[in-house]
């Protein structure tokens, strides 16, 4: 969603949802486990590769970027959320004016030449780095639509992009870190949110950080204690902007499902992005 813009000084963009809500994140020591939980850490999941984890991974993005669990509907989803990125679209919030989104729509048009948004490219290339929407309107927004609604092709080629430029990564860094199926999730939410640049609010430069207070399992730490200063680092980041201020989708997601001691992800899982409940059994 957030690729950096050319300027790595300026910061990285809010998310669709901006409601303004401070919340306070803690260091909560970890409860012990339940039977239920304990019997569930005892086999450790395949990583959020696994088809299973990938939905519930697609599902928790999108309660918090759409405010709804049903994420397949984005494929359709534009508007401009007036963030200084153009037009925002699609499963994993494209934006016309951080290069996601032209990567997406020339890839589009490899695979479907004479595509619908194929006459949009050279509009896009202009647009890049900005928020402009020269070029563009009025047609584009209806015209994406319509390539959601009727083309498979297009459906497809926003997975692929979303696998490559944002999920993948985040998996693979997770393994590497040693880090079970919320721990790489936690890193696929950040590089959605804050983009892979080198910015000092890019999920690189939170990973830093927080690999200066704790060690993860690949180099023999504790993951509950890392993912703790993860996430630390990761509220810290957000706060950064006002736009971000509100840190419920680490706050009373995440940090519950670890303090929960749920470090594979395994329903049932409850609960509250900006305050609205939520639940996958």
Not at 119 to 129: K, T
Not at 188 to 200: C, N
Not at 203 to 228: M, Q, T
Request: proline share 6%.
């Amino acid at each position: 969603m957030r690729h950096p813009f050319p300027d790595p000084a300026r910061p990285a963009g809010p998310s669709r949802r901006t409601v303004i809500a401070m919340a306070c994140a803690s260091l909560a020591t970890v409860p012990l486990l339940t039977p239920s939980r304990a019997a569930a850490a005892s086999a450790r999941a395949t990583g959020l590769d696994d088809p299973a984890k990938k939905e519930i991974a697609m599902q928790l993005v999108s309660s918090a970027e759409n405010s709804s669990l049903d994420w397949k509907a984005q494929y359709r989803y534009i508007e401009d959320i007036g963030d200084g990125r153009g037009y925002t679209a699609g499963i994993i919030g494209f934006c016309s004016g951080t290069g996601d989104m032209l990567d997406l729509v020339e890839l589009y048009a490899e695979r479907s030449p004479g595509n619908v948004l194929a006459p949009y490219l050279p509009a896009l290339r202009r647009v890049d780095g900005s928020d402009s929407h020269e070029g563009l309107d009025p047609g584009f927004p209806d015209d994406w639509r319509r390539a959601a609604d009727a083309d498979a092709e297009f459906r497809r080629a926003q997975d692929n992009e979303r696998d490559r430029v944002y999920f993948d990564p985040a998996v693979r860094r997770g393994k590497e870190d040693g880090l079970r199926t919320l721990g790489q999730f936690a890193y696929y939410d950040a590089i959605v949110m804050h983009g892979d640049g080198g910015d000092r609010l890019s999920f690189g430069s939170i990973r830093e950080r927080a690999l200066g207070r704790a060690r993860p399992p690949a180099r023999g730490g504790d993951e509950v204690a890392y993912l703790h200063a993860f996430l630390d680092e990761r509220v810290w980041a957000m706060r950064q902007e006002e736009a971000h201020s509100d840190t419920s989708r680490v706050d009373t997601a995440q940090r519950v499902f670890l303090n929960e001691g749920n470090l594979d992800l395994e329903p049932p899982l409850d609960w509250h992005v900006y305050g609205d409940a939520y639940h996958i059994g």
